[in-house]
């Protein structure tokens, strides 16, 4: 059964382990010299607006490489279940193979456990190495990624550590599971990367922001938090606030709003705020000293009251993240497959 169960899928198993070896064939070379290119650059900052423009010329210069490897892991997890495990069983049951097999002394439970158990194992542990190598490459660039494209930011965080294994294995399953229900393969892939892809959605944006309970946190305003004073046309003075966390470097920020002195909400991050009790004609915003920049500015803006008002989930708890999300997809690999056996046994024919 093992060796039949083999032959049947070492054409995929062949191709899969090429684009490894073709990967790490890649990221080998290249991340080594990343590595040392990020070292050198650290080494060399001595003042933080040195240090910022770093960081900016660093991941432009990686940006198309650092993109591509996050698609390729967050896409193979889908195909994983759209040509491995869809087809898995439901090509058995269109040709009629089963039977044949059933037929020969081999228990239906006997039959899918190892096919599960073989082909999911080698689906699961591609999805995984490459999640890992693509973390490892990857690791200077997600250290000075800019908004959007940080380490606890929904696309990147899903395609890093170990959760790609727990997505492919799902995955996997899954599209086991349709397949014995719908018992047409067309069908069955379809089916299988509509859930899937719907999966991938929710679990970011409604399950993972409370894995863990979010900080909530006041922070005053500073450049990183700030991203332009300005002036409108009637003379009324104006804040946009980032998403981004003074002395929080890679946070995930669920929410960021600015606030005034009595804890009222004015606006969230990127949105125009207007500021009152501020002069733009003299005292500290006046044009003299927004030559100057800033920073005496945004010292008055301290002064009257106003902050930022953040819900965050700090990059420490990347890890623990990882964890608790890779053991809700075991949990969903583990029902799924529960659901294949008790189904083959019973109605499956």
Request: charged share 15%; net charge neutral.
């Amino acid at each position: 059964m093992i060796w039949l169960t083999w032959r049947q899928f070492r054409g995929a198993a062949l191709m899969t382990s090429l684009l490894l070896v073709l990967l790490a064939a890649v990221l080998v070379p290249t991340g080594s010299q990343l590595a040392a290119d990020y070292a050198t650059g650290i080494a060399s900052c001595t003042r933080g607006e040195e240090c910022l423009n770093f960081y900016d010329r660093f991941f432009d210069a990686y940006q198309t490489p650092f993109l591509a490897g996050t698609l390729v892991v967050l896409v193979l997890p889908a195909l994983v279940g759209l040509f491995w495990g869809a087809p898995l069983i439901t090509r058995e049951l269109e040709a009629g193979t089963h039977l044949l097999v059933w037929n020969q002394g081999i228990t239906r439970t006997r039959w899918l456990a190892v096919k599960l158990a073989l082909t999911g194992l080698v689906a699961a542990t591609a999805a995984g190495i490459s999640g890992l190598a693509v973390t490892w490459w990857s690791g200077p660039l997600d250290q000075s990624a800019p908004e959007g494209f940080a380490l606890m930011d929904p696309l990147v965080f899903s395609a890093r550590g170990i959760i790609p294994l727990g997505y492919a294995a799902f995955a996997f399953v899954l599209g086991v599971t349709v397949g014995m229900f719908v018992k047409r393969t067309l069908a069955a892939m379809a089916l299988t990367l509509l859930v899937f892809a719907t999966i991938q959605i929710a679990v970011p944006l409604l399950v993972r922001p409370h894995l863990m309970p979010p900080v909530t946190s006041a922070f005053e305003l500073a450049r990183e938090n700030v991203d332009m004073f300005g002036v409108r046309r009637d003379g009324m003075p104006t804040v946009n606030l980032t998403a981004t966390i003074p002395g929080h470097t890679g946070a995930w920020v669920l929410s960021s709003e600015l606030v005034d002195g009595s804890g009222r909400t004015i606006a969230a991050s990127g949105e125009e705020a207007i500021v009152e009790g501020v002069s733009t004609t003299s005292g500290p915003c006046g044009p003299q000293q927004a030559r100057q920049g800033m920073q005496t500015c945004l010292a008055e803006l301290n002064r009257l009251g106003y902050h930022q008002k953040a819900v965050y989930q700090p990059l420490e708890r990347f890890w623990p993240m990882q964890a608790i999300e890779a053991g809700i997809y075991a949990l969903l690999t583990l029902g799924l497959t529960w659901l294949c056996f008790g189904w083959i046994r019973r109605r499956l024919s």
